[in-house]
């Protein structure tokens, strides 16, 4: 059974920065998808950025220039590098990982920007 442990949230001003850390264990499938979603109060969960196994990224046009998603295939771990943080990145952070069509979700990490 696949499991996702972040790691890394917390409260910090604008314009500071935080690390997301998310390592996977558990039978992972060596082709995969790794990813950050994030869902703020009221709103629906949202993609942040995800890479894939070889290395292709993908972000949202939101945090496009000021996230950086990175990943250790020999830890089984992801990164989320959050520079320049705005009050509007304020939300719970979900690590996923989708391999095969099924899909596995972390239990989340908060982050929050004060202005």
């Known amino acids: 059974q696949v499991q996702l442990v972040e790691s890394g949230g917390g409260l910090v001003q604008a314009g500071e920065s935080l690390r997301l850390s998310c390592a996977a264990s558990?039978?992972?499938?060596?082709?995969?998808?790794m990813g950050w979603y994030r869902q703020a109060p009221g709103k629906q969960r949202e993609l942040v950025a995800n890479i894939k196994n070889g290395g292709s990224t993908r972000y949202t046009d939101s945090v496009k220039d000021r996230f950086t998603i990175s990943r250790d295939n020999g830890k089984n771990t992801i990164y989320l590098q959050m520079n320049s943080l705005k009050p509007e990145d304020t939300a719970v952070y979900f690590c996923?990982?989708?391999?095969?069509?099924?899909?596995?979700w972390g239990q989340g990490t908060q982050v929050t920007v004060s202005s």
């Open positions: 996923n990982l989708v391999a095969f069509s099924e899909n596995y």
């Open positions: 558990g039978g992972i499938p060596s082709i995969n998808i």
